[in-house]
């Protein structure tokens, strides 16, 4: 029986918990609700008691000697000493917290077990699974970008994660697009997540929404715009609407001029696209690699691919765990 490991996704409405094993197999999941509200010391004993729930049950089957670790992907920056998070965003209350000390005196008083504790970004984490266990095993380098409520980035070359100087490297989504734009978004001008996070999406469909009716969305929102989100959107563009398709091909567009920067930047040439927002697929993906080669110079043209991630919703635990492969 083969090694495995615990991974931990921290999101601000869920905590995802499972056991892998090396070769990247599933062996149990379980998910409980944050309550980031409460602060961090209900959320910090509510990941304890997922990881818990999930040791418990995977002992049950693969002996307590093949467990390597706990990793664990948390949104906001991680130091390089890989245990501090600074001040993470969607977790009201915390400041800096020690996540990977606290995590691992606890295990070892309540379990009895001596692991090592990796603490990774989000973002990072899901690019490693990708690496690791998804549509970039094929790759020893590639940029992830996950496009959700916000929009994260985690980079990898030669097969690891790159962190930069302090750990912070990675956070494409403020990188700006249009410095003349009147959206700020986070102090910054114009960035790829002003103009693309979640909520940026929903408000510039509902912009086209005004003058252009569409019967499908009035149908799928059941005449109220006010709940329209990028679930709907991705229906109503299969289904042809033309405002979903036209939104869906300003968020490709913009992000195809973002990834066209890192390929200047980063020489890397190979981009893998994930996240919630990301389930619209070639709606964005077609319009982002047009835009790709727009904002690539033609000598950087050759080898530009992006593909769709792999993993879904579970890149953020498998990734997790990989920190401990």
Aim: glycine share 14%.
């Amino acid at each position: 029986m083969e090694h495995f490991a615990i991974g931990v996704d921290l999101g601000g409405t869920a905590i995802k918990v499972a056991s892998v094993s090396r070769d990247g197999r599933l062996l149990l999941d379980h998910t409980l609700p944050t309550e980031a509200a409460k602060g961090p010391e209900v959320v910090i004993a509510n990941m304890l008691a997922g990881i818990q729930t999930v040791l418990h049950e995977t002992f049950k089957t693969h002996s307590r000697e093949l467990l390597l670790g706990v990793g664990v992907g948390v949104p906001g920056v991680v130091s390089l000493d890989g245990g501090t998070i600074s001040y993470p965003p969607n977790l009201p209350g915390w400041q800096v917290v020690r996540l990977g000390d606290i995590l691992r005196a606890e295990l070892e008083q309540r379990e009895k077990l001596v692991l090592p504790v990796f603490v990774e970004n989000d973002a990072n984490v899901a690019a490693l699974g990708e690496s690791y266990f998804g549509a970039g095993r094929q790759f020893s380098d590639f940029v992830m970008i996950t496009l959700g409520t916000g929009v994260g980035g985690g980079i990898i070359m030669n097969n690891k994660i790159y962190r930069g100087v302090t750990g912070a490297a990675g956070e494409l989504g403020h990188i700006t697009i249009d410095y003349r734009s009147e959206r700020v978004h986070a102090g910054i001008r114009g960035s790829i997540e002003g103009l693309i996070g979640q909520r940026r999406i929903v408000e510039y469909a509902r912009s086209l929404l005004e003058k252009n009716p569409s019967p499908i969305l009035h149908e799928l929102c059941q005449g109220d715009f006010s709940v329209l989100d990028a679930k709907q959107l991705s229906v109503a563009a299969q289904r042809g609407d033309a405002v979903a398709i036209a939104t869906w091909r300003f968020v490709g567009e913009v992000l195809g001029a973002g990834l066209g920067s890192l390929v200047s930047v980063l020489d890397i040439r190979k981009f893998v696209i994930g996240g919630g927002v990301s389930g619209a697929g070639d709606f964005i993906l077609n319009p982002a690699r047009e835009h790709l080669y727009r904002y690539t110079l033609h000598s950087m043209h050759e080898g530009l691919e992006i593909l769709p991630a792999q993993l879904g919703n579970r890149a953020g635990m498998m990734g997790a765990a990989a920190l401990c492969f």
